[in-house]
């Protein structure tokens, strides 16, 4: 493929995006009503939006803590300024552009620029998103217990989803025992010698750099303790920001741990905006919730995530700035 045709098919997909964007936000109006969504939203209680506001600041500071301490571990010993302000531009980029890997490519490329260590920044960001997931999983699995006993599981769209998560969080367990086991490893490597298409590939080289070492508790504590305390503030930002519009009782707060993360996971795929916040107020409806906010709340919370890490935006346009030949 040519390098026109390469320009030609990424604007053709940047429109395409848009253009879906576009259809999903008119169909929503269309579906909820002009009216309806203005006076839902001219009922937002501002306090609840600040307080989720602040959450949300607070969870991506948490966040600089705990990838500064995995780039540490790999090698990577950045300056708390440096790192802040590199995983401020992640969250622009994963909030602003389509898909949220985008962030962690723009994260992983400028560490491979600027320090010659694109591996071992690839391997330090990759087990910060894991360990992200995996801690949303968790949340994800008490909240499903909670449904289990109250017997509120009927068939419906609630119980693929449950099912869902519970079928993704064997998986994360699975991928965990394969990152601190070391005769797991062996065999993956022994399989890995012998396939000769893998030997054309850097997969033994990518695999050995996210590797971890079981007996490293103080790493896997300190990681373990701060996606916990991430992943629970971004739960609650979306409940707060569920409560503004006066969503939230005590009877459904537990369906946020369970929906929360299943959003959170389609972060990753390429999806154009509104597609997401769609998918999340249809699942919250399914689950009782009054149809027409369930939808906005999802548009809030993205809303609220945007403004959180606009100050991302301001560092990348500034490092530009100063930095013009990257």
Request: with cysteine; glycine share 8%; aromatic share 14%.
């Amino acid at each position: 493929m040519t390098e026109k045709q390469r320009k030609k098919r990424k604007t053709a997909f940047t429109v395409l995006k848009f253009l879906t964007t576009f259809l999903v936000i008119a169909f929503l109006i269309n579906r909820l009503g002009w009216d309806t969504i203005v006076e839902t939203l001219s009922s937002a209680r501002p306090s609840w939006l600040i307080l989720a506001l602040g959450i949300f600041f607070l969870s991506i500071w948490l966040g600089v803590i705990q990838w500064r301490i995995l780039l540490s571990n790999r090698g990577i010993p950045l300056p708390f300024s440096r790192t802040f302000k590199l995983y401020f531009i992640g969250m622009f980029f994963n909030n602003f552009m389509v898909g949220g890997i985008v962030g962690d490519i723009v994260k992983v490329s400028s560490i491979r620029s600027r320090d010659g260590k694109g591996m071992a920044g690839f391997a330090a960001t990759f087990l910060d998103r894991f360990a992200g997931l995996w801690a949303l999983c968790g949340f994800a699995m008490a909240g499903s217990i909670v449904l289990l006993r109250k017997g509120a599981l009927d068939g419906t769209g609630v119980t693929s989803a449950v099912v869902a998560l519970f079928a993704t969080f064997m998986l994360f367990a699975g991928i965990m025992l394969f990152l601190t086991l070391k005769p797991l490893q062996d065999i993956f490597f022994r399989i890995t010698a012998t396939a000769p298409f893998l030997k054309r590939l850097p997969v033994e080289q990518i695999v050995s750099e996210i590797l971890i070492d079981a007996r490293d508790f103080r790493l896997l504590f300190n990681v373990c303790t701060l996606s916990l305390c991430i992943q629970f503030s971004r739960i609650i930002v979306y409940a707060l920001t569920a409560g503004s519009i006066g969503l939230v009782t005590m009877g459904n707060i537990h369906y946020f741990f369970i929906f929360v993360p299943v959003i959170a996971m389609l972060m990753t795929i390429p999806l154009p905006f509104g597609t997401r916040e769609a998918f999340g107020g249809t699942l919250f409806a399914l689950a009782g919730f009054q149809l027409e906010a369930a939808f906005i709340m999802g548009f809030l919370a993205s809303l609220v995530g945007i403004a959180a890490s606009t100050l991302g935006g301001v560092f990348f346009i500034t490092d530009k700035l100063h930095s013009p030949e990257r």
